[in-house]
């Protein structure tokens, strides 16, 4: 018996209903339709992690922007799903497959604050508002190292809620992603790009995960297939790197843990990865940061093993007793 032809009607992209996830999911939405000349239409879910206002390390912050999303793939209320890379939990389900990660936005994080300020120009006393215990680690770390007199406080909620504490007047400025507000078109708003090296992004920031059914059944295996032309080897194999680190360090997404990998030239030719991690007290006391370089991977094992191998010299200087939250 011949198989079946693939269904040829539109095809439903599960996302979260934040002005965000849906700009990120129009934009891999538009290049699937490229990709596939099928419409895509998006099925906008709400996570637990969207109505919830309590801090994400409170809540168990693993996993509570994907569950709802993984949950409507495995009831096949949606097709394929788009998650922020940094929210996904570093265990991959048995019955969904990782179809795609595109190249990546700006990884870094930035600050948004009256007046144009740069950090370096806060004024004594400032409140910085970030929703990330890793950001609040290493600017504290940032702040005490340099002299500075800041105040780090918790927010929740989408950009504009959180630029609207700026505004307001109640916050003299926000940390929040690059990678975002370039999706959503508000580079502008940017008052100073934070340097990876006083700031480590989370493991994952600016990439995409794009996330479908395993292979079940002729039409699953055919999506894989299209959603793995949008694949970007470098940011996956960056990617992977990171989230091994996380995995070996038994951290949750809301964990005070900092990764970065990138790719060393020398000139025109690719030398070496180098994978760079943090983990921190909340306070800025005490920071853990080391790095280590590799051959470039050839394989994702490969990349996998720089990141056990960088967490295993971060666990030896003490970094298991710095985690706010471990793995459930």
């Known amino acids: 018996m011949s198989e079946p032809e693939p269904v040829q009607g539109a095809l439903r992209l599960g996302t979260?209903?934040?002005?965000?996830?849906?700009?990120?999911?129009?934009q891999v939405a538009d290049a699937v339709h490229r990709l596939t000349g099928r419409p895509v239409e998006l099925v906008e879910i709400t996570t637990y992690g969207d109505v919830s206002r309590e801090d994400l390390a409170q809540i168990g912050g693993t996993g509570v922007f994907v569950t709802a999303l993984r949950e409507a793939l495995l009831r096949?209320?949606?097709?394929?799903?788009?998650?922020?890379?940094?929210?996904?939990?570093?265990?991959?389900?048995?019955d969904l497959v990782l179809a795609?990660?595109?190249?990546r936005e700006d990884p870094r994080d930035v600050l948004v604050a009256r007046d144009d300020l740069k950090f370096?120009?806060?004024?004594?006393?400032?409140?910085?508002?970030?929703?990330?215990t890793r950001r609040t680690a290493q600017l504290n770390a940032y702040a005490r190292a340099h002299d500075l007199d800041i105040e780090v406080v918790p927010v929740r909620g989408n950009v504009d809620t959180r630029i609207g504490f700026v505004r307001s007047g109640e916050l003299d400025a926000v940390v929040l992603a690059a990678a975002g507000l370039n999706r959503i078109g508000r580079a502008g708003e940017v008052t100073d790009f934070l340097s990876v090296d006083m700031v480590l992004p989370a493991p994952g920031q600016g990439a995409l995960a794009i996330e479908c059914r395993a292979g079940n059944t002729f039409h699953?295996?055919?999506?894989?297939?299209?959603l793995g032309?949008?694949?970007?080897?470098?940011?996956?194999?960056?990617v992977t790197a990171e989230r091994s680190l996380l995995a070996a360090l038994e951290a949750g997404c809301s964990a005070p843990v900092g990764?970065?990998?990138?790719?060393?030239?020398?000139?025109?030719?690719?030398?070496?990865?180098?994978?760079?991690?943090?983990?921190?007290t909340t306070d800025g006391s005490t920071l853990v940061q080391l790095s280590t370089t590799g051959p470039v991977p050839e394989t994702y094992d490969q990349a996998m093993a720089l990141g056990r191998e960088l967490a295993a010299e971060m666990?030896?200087?003490?970094?298991?007793?710095?985690?706010?939250?471990?793995?459930?």
Do not use: N, Y
């Open 120 to 132: 370096t120009d806060l004024p004594r006393g400032a409140r910085v508002g970030t929703g990330s």
């Open 315 to 328: 666990l030896a200087k003490g970094a298991a007793g710095l985690m706010g939250e471990r793995a459930q």
């Open 16 to 26: 979260r209903r934040s002005q965000l996830a849906l700009a990120q999911s129009g």
């Open 220 to 226: 699953d295996s055919d999506l894989i297939a299209a």
């Open 100 to 103: 795609a990660v595109p190249g």
């Open 76 to 94: 096949g209320e949606v097709d394929f799903a788009v998650h922020s890379l940094k929210d996904l939990p570093t265990a991959q389900p048995d």
């Open 259 to 280: 990764a970065l990998a990138d790719l060393l030239a020398d000139g025109q030719i690719v030398k070496e990865m180098r994978l760079r991690g943090v983990v921190g």
């Open 229 to 238: 032309e949008l694949d970007d080897p470098d940011t996956r194999a960056a």
